[in-house]
């Protein structure tokens, strides 16, 4: 199957600063990428999805300014937390579709915690 | 109501056993299901797919659609250890213009050797 590669893996930040998540599809051209947020032994919870070249489109109560979404080619998409706080922590996990096809290949996850 | 139920679970097996997994769903729009398996800190992995009603098998895994019924299953034939996983189902309309995924809960399934 279609690899996504997802990093960092875990990172710790301090409260206050930013953190950049990067999310690659590694053999096919990502038309559409989506991020999602998931907290212990809950589902998936979509933040936003992004159209290479478009902005991303985010869902209800995920704050478009604190989580910045860049999607400027069709292999790379980039989640950038700002001004990242305790609550902030959470595994954050991408997710990448082609044209024609209906299957989202997901990236490994990324574990921020912010202290 | 969600739009997609599935029991949480836990549900723990002996190993060799045989594994229903279900979910139940609202939207008959619905077109795409999905079955993706999750290890603990890990990113879904896709199981299977299917279009539609039917059947799909794929080694020791069989997934089934019933449009009719709303409800879709997953079956693991001699469990092992290692299939020990939440288990997510998901489902989508279309998969163009950024059509979501919707997802089920998940259910953690625990193989005992």
């Known amino acids: 199957g279609a690899v996504v590669s997802q990093h960092p893996s875990w990172v710790i930040c301090k409260s206050g600063t930013s953190v950049k998540i990067e999310c690659r599809s590694l053999?096919?051209?990502?038309?559409?990428m989506f991020w999602y947020r998931q907290f212990p032994k809950q589902s998936l919870m979509l933040m936003a999805t992004s159209n290479e070249g478009s902005k991303a489109t985010y869902e209800q109560g995920v704050e478009k300014d604190k989580f910045l979404i860049n999607h400027a080619s069709l292999t790379l998409s980039t989640l950038t937390v700002t001004s990242a706080h305790p609550e902030d922590s959470s595994f954050y996990i991408c997710?990448?579709?082609?044209?024609?096809?209906?299957?989202?290949?997901f990236g490994q996850g990324t574990r921020l915690t912010v202290v | 109501q969600k739009e997609v139920e599935q029991d949480p679970g836990p549900l723990s097996v002996p190993e060799g056993a045989i594994v229903s997994l279900n979910c139940t769903y609202s939207?008959?729009?619905?077109?795409?299901f999905m079955w993706y398996r999750q290890y603990s800190r890990k990113g879904p992995e896709l199981l299977m797919y299917t279009y539609s009603s039917g059947n799909k098998e794929d080694g020791r895994f069989t997934a089934q659609v019933d449009k009719s019924s709303k409800y879709i299953s997953l079956f693991i034939r001699d469990s092992q250890p290692s299939d020990s996983a939440t288990y997510l189902c998901a489902m989508l309309e279309i998969y163009n213009q950024g059509g979501k995924l919707i997802f089920g809960q998940g259910t953690e399934l625990s193989v005992k050797p």
């Open positions: 997710s990448a579709r082609t044209t024609g096809s209906p299957v989202d290949f």
């Open positions: 939207n008959s729009a619905f077109q795409y």
């Open positions: 053999d096919f051209q990502a038309t559409t």
